[in-house]
């Protein structure tokens, strides 16, 4: 069965969009020019305080190589997203992203866009 397309976006590279998933849509995400990253931040729509938690999923999961089958968790343990597909296979679930602090120390360079730019300039827009 073919599921049908709500939302289409190509996003550039050191840009950003956000949406609001409901039960049981499906959000893909697809890396067209390949060696990107899709950094992820996701917040329940009645509560702001309760957000998807990289370290909730690693521990409640067994593993922080999160693939096909496995759950995502919010920081207070409930689950959030499931995973339905993955064709890469390896992904980061440490939490952790690019600042300007952290490009600065690892570029020596200041004002470059960045995903803590992104992700705050995405929440609740």
């Not at 049908?4 to 190509?10: A, G, K, S």
């Not at 693939?67 to 919010?74: A, D, R």
């Not at 440490?94 to 490009?103: D, K, M, Q, R």
């Amino acid at each position: 069965m073919s599921k049908r397309i709500l939302q289409d976006y190509v996003i550039s590279a050191r840009e950003y969009s956000s949406l609001v998933l409901h039960r049981e849509e499906t959000l893909r995400v697809i890396d067209v020019e390949g060696k990107q990253v899709a950094d992820l931040v996701g917040l329940s729509a009645s509560d702001k305080s309760e957000k998807l938690s990289c370290v909730c999923s690693n521990v409640l999961n067994g593993t922080w190589k999160l693939t096909k089958g496995h759950v995502l968790f919010t920081n207070r343990a409930s689950p959030f997203l499931s995973i339905a597909e993955d064709k890469v296979g390896l992904h980061y679930s440490g939490g952790g992203f690019c600042s300007e602090e952290v490009n600065y120390i690892r570029y020596k360079v200041h004002g470059n866009r960045n995903c803590a730019d992104n992700l705050t300039i995405t929440v609740w827009e």
